[in-house]
């Protein structure tokens, strides 16, 4: 018996979304095969790698998360800088923490301020993440888009509840949505459908939910390969968006990252290549070490 | 199973005789197709067409048992390339790589390290499974000495690494009762380790430069009548490998190609001097089907994550683990307890129940049955909500249990505070901690009856 490898082309494309304005603008998704899959297919961007800014003090971080970002964390400007100029991010998802309604409840325009002062300092593509509330998120999204209009930041998470106020804000100022559907592949799919009457498919990133290594990975994991299956290879069409995955502050949460530093780069490292694996592509994390471990690692 | 029951059919005597047992040839054809019964019980099949139906019936990848007894390893009989498409069986194994160069005292404290590792998950222990030994010193005394030491001194399923043929065997027959993995057998030792494996009966690790250069060591190994083998395609880093494992199990699973149908070994140890960069490698090969993964070291804070991760990957998608409902009583609780709640999920049972067993204060723990769903899975799909909370207390007589009136639950379900102020009247819902692992300290903080 001869040997033949047994390759396997797919006809069909992954969305490419771009991200961002000007030089620094980053492309994700574009490619026609599964993960890694570069023997039989193309994979034209490689995955966006994401670090995370905070616009209110964290709390209750572990000291081994806290301590690359221990002298700006009272600053967002200044914790996004150092992101990218020493630890070298394409990208940054800032997250709106103070607005929540159960904590410090902070008004959608001082939201899009800080918003804007954040992307104004550093010139690198940014996901705006509000704190899963819907009706919050919504106008705090609403005011980010007119307030940074033009920036094409990706904003999200947008649900079934709250996806027409933000996707035309969106659309209306040129930015792009993340379209959130928890851990079910025909809801992700209904998103987009109700999502691509009126808004450019092309600029649609989806979340399916994201988890740590240990705490719902075993889901996780199968469900987003599951959902980059049928986009790929049952060539359907609304599943055809980049996907991203949001888990690096699951896995610093857990008892076993805060318990070393490694474990902890390792927990987060690991849910992040288990991710890539599954199709993600679009990564936000936490430790600047797993990101660049990754990175390393998939170049 | 390759075969359906119809072509089993027209290779079998088709007289109808049921010594088989059943009532037809037809019949026993269907059960065969599905693996219920066994070729065995027909007494008329020509012998050459039931080594035919035996091969057409095996698993397209073999399952190869490395080790014996308690700690033997079982690896292969995979079905899927996906696991959302079914489960992945095998769990792969872990081995850990000695070397005969590292100092007598280096390979102690590795050994000892190794034994005592000791790591427990929703009530199953996480488990290294392979001490990988490596003839480094160009010594075969040394190598011997290593072999005879892991050999005595654990209980490990071993792999013997080495070069050297000659001294390759000479170790595996110092062990072959434990029937270790040798390795590499290549297409240049092939004629000479061919009656070594047959003498000994023990597994071989097959090497190839590439996919294809395994096939025709395999199929040598095969038509001597050796099947006990593992595979490694030379794979050099961890995009190469998540390649030729994908196509190694590609071939053996959907186009039925019988030389390469078993299972695999990677060597992350060998891709990546840096002990991070070797876990991930080994992460992403362990999803990519790898049947063992050799490391180098044997650390705890780089082998728990893997572990847990293995636990993650080869639990069954389709099944939750679940536990069951009770009003479960930690440590000899009285009316003055604390009362907690949580969901039959079984990570929240073993953390929630572990972390008051830590605090070290009595409790009656609430284990709702949630069909499986972590605490906000549940809430949302109303199965721990203030109503199927109250149907709970209410069943198990929570009220008779406790003097006081307080219930302690989940931080994160902050939604659930008001529903359960409506659905439990007189109790005073507090709100834990978000994570189950700060349970301890705040009962030792807050908790007054
Ligand atoms: C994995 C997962 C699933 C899995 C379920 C796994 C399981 N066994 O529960 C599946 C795929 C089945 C699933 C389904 C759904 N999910 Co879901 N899922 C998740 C995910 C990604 C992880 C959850 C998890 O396993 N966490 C780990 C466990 C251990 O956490 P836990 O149960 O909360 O326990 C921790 C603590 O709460 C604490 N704790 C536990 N008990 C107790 C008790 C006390 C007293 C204390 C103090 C502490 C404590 O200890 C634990 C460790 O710290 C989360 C998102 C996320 N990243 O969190 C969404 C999430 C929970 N799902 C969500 C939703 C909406 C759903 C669905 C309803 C969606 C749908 N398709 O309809 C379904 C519902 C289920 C159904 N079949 O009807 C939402 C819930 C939204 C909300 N209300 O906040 C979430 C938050 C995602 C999101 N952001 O939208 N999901
Ligand atoms: S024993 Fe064989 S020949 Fe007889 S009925 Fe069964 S299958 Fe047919």
Not at chain 2, 87 to 107: N, P, Q, V
Not at chain 2, 385 to 410: C, Q, S, T, W
């Amino acid at each position: 018996m001869k040997y033949e490898p047994p390759l396997e082309k797919i006809s069909v494309n992954i969305r490419e979304t771009v991200l961002g304005q000007g030089e620094k603008s980053v492309k994700i998704g574009g490619e026609n095969t599964l993960p890694f899959h570069s023997f039989e297919g193309s994979l034209p961007n490689s995955a966006g790698l994401a670090l995370e800014v905070l616009d209110t003090q964290p709390e209750n971080w572990a000291p081994s998360v806290l301590e690359p970002f221990e002298d700006v964390v009272s600053d967002p400007v200044k914790w996004a800088k150092k992101c990218v100029e020493v630890y070298g991010a394409e990208m940054l998802c800032l997250r709106l923490l103070s607005t929540d309604p159960m904590g410090k409840d902070r008004s959608p325009e001082e939201a899009a301020e800080i918003t804007k002062k954040v992307t104004d300092a550093v010139d690198v593509p940014f996901i705006v993440w509000g704190t899963d509330m819907e009706d919050k998120d919504a106008q705090v999204l609403m005011q980010v888009a007119r307030v940074c209009s033009g920036k094409n930041l990706l904003l999200g998470p947008v649900v079934k509840g709250n996806y027409e106020k933000i996707a035309k804000a969106a659309l209306e100022h040129g930015h792009a949505v993340v379209a959130q559907a928890s851990m079910d592949a025909n809801l992700t799919k209904e998103l987009n459908i109700a999502l691509c009457k009126f808004f450019p498919p092309e600029k649609i990133v989806v979340d399916p939910t994201a988890s740590a290594l240990g705490y719902g990975l075993e889901y996780t994991f199968s469900i987003i390969e599951e959902i980059k299956q049928f986009g790929l290879v049952d060539k359907d069409k609304m599943m055809q968006m980049p996907i991203l995955c949001d888990f690096g502050g699951d896995c610093w949460r857990t008892k076993e990252a805060k318990e070393s530093r490694e474990q902890g780069i390792l927990w987060e490292a690991i849910s992040g290549i288990t991710f890539l694996l599954a199709g993600a592509n679009l990564l936000v994390f936490r430790h600047p070490e797993s990101l660049k471990l990754i990175k390393e690692m998939v170049i | 199973m390759a075969l359906k029951g119809a072509e089993i059919m027209k290779m079998l005597p088709k007289t109808n005789c049921k010594e088989c047992g059943y009532p037809t040839c037809f019949a026993f054809a269907m059960k065969l197709a599905t693996g219920g019964a066994n070729l065995e019980d027909c007494p008329h099949l020509d012998p050459q067409v039931r080594a035919q139906l035996e091969a057409a019936m095996a698993p397209p990848i073999k399952l190869v048992t490395i080790g014996a007894g308690e700690n033997a390893l079982a690896i292969g009989e995979e079905e899927v390339m996906f696991r959302h498409e079914k489960t992945f069986f095998h769990e792969s194994g872990i081995a850990i790589l000695i070397s005969d160069k590292e100092s007598e005292s280096d390979i102690e404290k590795k050994l000892k390290r190794i034994k005592a590792f000791d790591f427990e998950r929703i009530g199953q222990k996480l488990k290294i499974d392979l001490l990988a030994l490596c003839f480094e010193s160009g010594d075969k005394g040394k190598f011997e000495a290593l072999v005879k030491k892991a050999y005595e001194t654990t209980n490990f399923a071993l792999i013997l690494i080495c070069e050297d043929t000659d001294v390759l065997f000479s170790a595996a027959s110092l062990c072959a009762d434990r029937k270790p993995l040798v390795y590499p057998i290549t297409k240049d030792n092939t004629s000479a380790a061919i009656p070594k494996l047959k003498e000994l009966g023990v597994p071989a690790g097959v090497k190839g430069q590439s996919i294809e250069a395994l096939t025709s060591v395999t199929s040598e190994l095969k038509d001597a009548g050796i099947e006990d083998m593992l595979l490694d395609p030379g794979s050099k880093n961890m995009l190469e490998g998540i390649r030729d494992q994908t196509l190694i199990r590609r071939a053996a699973l959907k186009k039925g190609f019988r030389p390469l149908g078993y299972p695999t070994i990677a060597f992350p140890c060998f891709m990546y001097q840096d002990r991070f960069k070797e876990t991930l490698a080994a992460a992403a090969l362990m999803i990519k089907y790898a049947g063992i993964v050799v490391l180098s070291q044997a650390e705890a804070q780089f082998l728990l994550p893997l572990l847990v991760h293995r636990f993650n990957i080869y639990s069954d998608p389709r099944r939750p683990m679940t536990v069951e409902e009770k009003a479960y009583e930690i440590g000899n609780p009285g009316e003055n307890s604390p009362v907690l709640i949580s969901t039959n999920y079984a990570l929240d049972y073993f953390i929630v129940s572990a972390a008051i067993e830590e605090a070290n204060i009595p409790a009656y723990l609430c284990i709702k049955d949630t069909e499986g769903l972590g605490v906000m899975a549940a809430w949302t799909s109303g199965k721990f909500n203030g109503e199927a909370i109250a149907e709970f207390f209410e069943k198990y007589a929570m009220a008779d249990k406790v003097k006081h009136r307080k219930l302690i639950i989940p931080g994160v379900a902050k939604k659930l505070v008001a529903e359960l102020e409506e659905e439990l009247p007189g109790w005073e819902i507090i709100l834990g901690p978000l994570e189950g692992s700060d349970i301890p300290k705040f009962l030792s903080e807050e908790w007054k009856a």
